[in-house]
Every structure is written in structure tokens, then in C-alpha cells.
């Protein structure tokens, strides 16, 4: 199986990491109607917030609100080519919040800031502990959440 180190970048690797880095992930997503109707309904969420239009319209938002399964999701996969390029297993997440609602259309940014780097049992990795932030188009948050990652130690990798 040739070379694969092209398909990771250089600097998301264990030793790369120092608590306080913070980071503003490039891209952005918009969450739409199918992103959210169809994620509710594979996962078997029936709390009606998020597909019955009818019910919320006399609600406090006045509209559907967005599965917080697919924001906390999103925000995580907009993190993860910072985060999680060279990860070898997802250890946790904590201290999930959903700051505010989010709604069809709006569209979802994330930050990151590394609390915690630690060795581990493997010489081939380490755990970095990071808190994502997920961000709506006026900058209002909408996610916070703590994410424990073990990840490639470039000094082990890189002579394979």
C-alpha cells in the first residue's frame, strides 16, 4: 500500500499540540432542512421540536429547531481536519452544551482551543484534550463541548 503520508498534514500530530493554541477552522456549514429531518429520523428522535413545523409556530422560537445530535456533529467535523487528522481513537466527549438554538439555514463555525496534552499507555500516541466552540452566522454560540483525542506521536510515525 504506497505512501500515505500525503494524506495528512504535518502539523496536527501529539507533539504539535500546547494547551492554549487556539484555533478558528476554516470552513462553515449550513445546516438545511434534510440535513436535520433526515438525521432525526434515522436516529429515531421523535421530540416533534424538530419536524413539526405546525406544533412549533406557537412556541417559544416560533419554528423547528435544529436535533442538537447534528449540531454537536457538525461542529466536531468542522474541527476535525485541525483536530483529528492523525487521530487513532475518539476517547470522550463532556460537558456537552447547547448554548442556543439552531435553525434551518443557519450556518455553523467552530473554534477550538487545546486544554491539555498528556502521554498515554501507547509510545505511539498521546491525548489532547480540546474544548470546541460552534459558532451560528452572527456569532452567537450555539455549542460548547470538551473532546478527548488520541493521537499519532509524528515522532513514531514518521520513520514508518
Known sequence: ??????????????????????????RGKT???????LITNLVMNTAQGHFNEDLMADREFGRRIVFGGITASMVVGLASQDTAENALAEL???????????????????????????????????????????????GTVVFTGRRRVLLKRASHWASR
Open 1 to 26: 500500500m504506497g505512501d500515505l503520508s500525503a494524506l495528512t498534514a504535518t502539523d496536527n500530530y501529539f507533539e504539535n499540540f500546547v494547551p492554549g493554541d487556539r484555533f478558528r477552522h476554516a
Open 31 to 37: 445546516v438545511t432542512e434534510m440535513d436535520n429531518v
Open 92 to 138: 470522550g466527549m463532556t460537558a456537552v452544551r447547547f448554548r442556543s438554538p439552531v435553525f434551518h439555514g443557519d450556518t455553523l463555525y467552530a473554534t477550538t482551543e487545546v486544554v491539555a496534552v498528556e502521554d498515554s499507555d501507547r509510545p505511539d500516541a498521546g491525548v489532547v484534550t480540546f474544548d470546541h466552540t460552534g459558532h451560528n452566522q452572527d
